[in-house]
């Protein structure tokens, strides 16, 4: 029998049922189907694996070359199968190790810190609680052109993420731009820090929590949606995403790949009416596009807005905790049965259970799973080659067939089969919820 601890610290896989079920308990038996590329006769020894495994703390998939050398690395491992329930626990420990030796960490005192060091680039601050704290916020400042400081965000956030149990960090955008939060390297550089707090202060992952005001608010809409797979909950204040606007100068729509990805994530959107730096035309045009998505797509059950007419630029009565109160008691699931996405980042491959070496940008993908009948529904006008379901035992049962269709064409009828290539390619982070044990792609039209 597994412990439990195991299973949730190491292998983020709800193993339980395999454990629990005769058949499963020792192997996995059923073939591979998704090595189509010319394999090695001669699969690695567990050596060569571990040193393959050793790279996984060090990738980048912002920089160029970086996929190309981890597939590689995937390629190699796709001929190592998985086929005891024990061998699991094994990589897992041993990934589990890689990230916590080799990654980067941050310190653990609260105060100013700078990423790095020469030059000095990359300023963040500590704050809330640094003591084994159960949850993280990151605080996003507010500016513009010329404009942006750490300082007033964690002067705001720190004390109310204290209170909630929370570590606090409130970077500083690496440019001071209209788009501070996406320009400029910035947004790497927040799952970047993310990733060094989960491996600091072991987080559950689960509960990572983006917050911000102005052009935080900003930040933290449009990051929230770009890594919708990554947060428990949101919060902007008197922010928006960007708005697009037609040709007589009126809202049409919302930026790319925020609303669609946002569907099964909980947000709490405050806004005053006569807020003379940020009018709320541009949270009024993306709640009614979330309206429109709610229609179209289901979800959203967890979206609030909140106009007032009295704050201006102000946050809410009672200070920024009275909108961490909203969203504490949320928590990510990784394994939802219905996704919507829209990529947008070229270097953004997965989201969820979903894997996209080069995804089709600005195109919306709809993915639904029906555990009952071990089936995958996509639903895109995009051409999906390539694209790779993403699996294990929390989604379906592997002794079946698992049944893949395209815009309710069947392309994929088979059983599944685990091997170290899956693991290494979804481990790239220190998430253990986000790694999966096999995978299918989809073929060529």
């Known amino acids: 029998m597994i412990k439990p601890t195991a299973l949730v610290l190491l292998a983020g896989l709800t193993l339980a049922g395999v454990a629990h079920s005769a058949p499963m308990a020792d192997s996995f038996t059923t073939p591979t189907p998704f090595l189509n590329d010319a394999q090695d006769p001669k699969p690695p020894n567990a050596r060569e694996a571990k040193k393959l495994l050793d790279q996984l703390a060090t990738v980048d998939f912002s920089k160029e070359g970086e996929l190309a050398k981890h597939r590689a690395a995937v390629t190699r491992l796709d001929d190592f199968h998985l086929r005891k329930i024990s061998d699991l626990k094994t990589w897992h420990k041993h990934i589990e190790k890689v990230h916590s030796k080799e990654g980067r960490k941050l310190p653990k005192d609260s105060g100013r810190h700078w990423y790095w060091e020469d030059p000095n680039r990359g300023l963040y601050i500590i704050?809330?609680?640094?003591?084994?704290?159960?949850?993280?916020?990151?605080?996003?400042?507010?500016?513009?052109?010329?404009?942006?400081?750490?300082?007033?965000?964690?002067?705001?956030?720190?004390?109310?993420?204290?209170?909630?149990?929370?570590?606090?960090?409130?970077?500083?955008?690496?440019?001071?731009?209209?788009?501070?939060?996406?320009?400029?390297?910035?947004?790497?550089?927040?799952?970047?820090?993310?990733?060094?707090?989960?491996?600091?202060?072991?987080?559950?992952?689960?509960?990572?929590?983006?917050?911000?005001?102005?052009?935080?608010?900003?930040?933290?809409?449009?990051?929230?949606?770009?890594?919708?797979?990554?947060?428990?909950?949101?919060?902007?204040?008197?922010?928006?995403?960007?708005?697009?606007?037609?040709?007589?100068?009126?809202?049409?729509?919302?930026?790319?790949?925020?609303?669609?990805?946002?569907?099964?994530?909980?947000?709490?959107?405050?806004?005053?009416?006569?807020?003379?730096?940020?009018?709320?035309?541009?949270?009024?045009?993306?709640?009614?596009?979330?309206?429109?998505?709610?229609?179209?797509?289901?979800?959203?059950?967890?979206?609030?807005?909140?106009?007032v007419n009295n704050r201006g630029h102000s946050e809410p009565e009672g200070g920024h905790g009275v909108l961490l109160e909203r969203i504490k008691d949320f928590k990510r699931d990784v394994i939802q049965e219905k996704l919507v996405w829209q990529p947008t980042l070229t270097w953004k491959h997965q989201f969820y259970w979903l894997w996209w070496d080069k995804p089709e940008l600005n195109s919306i993908l709809t993915a639904e799973l029906d555990r009952a009948k071990n089936r995958i529904e996509l639903q895109s006008k995009a051409d999906l080659s390539g694209l790779e379901i993403l699996l294990d035992e929390r989604m379906v049962d592997f002794s079946k067939p698992v049944v893949i269709s395209v815009n309710s064409e069947v392309v994929y009828e088979n059983t599944v089969k685990a091997s170290l290539g899956t693991l290494f390619l979804t481990s790239v982070h220190p998430d253990p919820n986000l790694q999966f044990i096999a995978r299918v792609a989809i073929p060529p039209k």
């Open 127 to 307: 704050g809330g609680k640094t003591s084994k704290p159960k949850g993280l916020l990151i605080a996003m400042h507010g500016g513009g052109v010329g404009a942006g400081d750490a300082g007033p965000a964690h002067s705001a956030w720190s004390g109310p993420a204290e209170e909630m149990g929370w570590l606090s960090i409130a970077p500083q955008v690496l440019e001071k731009t209209e788009r501070g939060w996406t320009d400029s390297g910035t947004e790497e550089w927040i799952l970047a820090l993310i990733d060094a707090a989960l491996r600091t202060w072991k987080i559950d992952p689960n509960q990572v929590y983006l917050a911000g005001h102005s052009m935080g608010g900003y930040g933290s809409w449009t990051l929230g949606g770009h890594h919708a797979d990554r947060v428990a909950g949101l919060a902007p204040s008197a922010g928006a995403p960007t708005p697009v606007f037609g040709p007589d100068g009126t809202i049409i729509d919302i930026d790319y790949g925020v609303v669609p990805n946002l569907r099964n994530v909980p947000m709490i959107v405050f806004q005053s009416g006569d807020d003379p730096q940020v009018p709320p035309d541009a949270n009024r045009a993306a709640v009614e596009r979330v309206e429109s998505a709610k229609k179209e797509w289901g979800g959203y059950a967890d979206f609030t807005y909140w106009e």
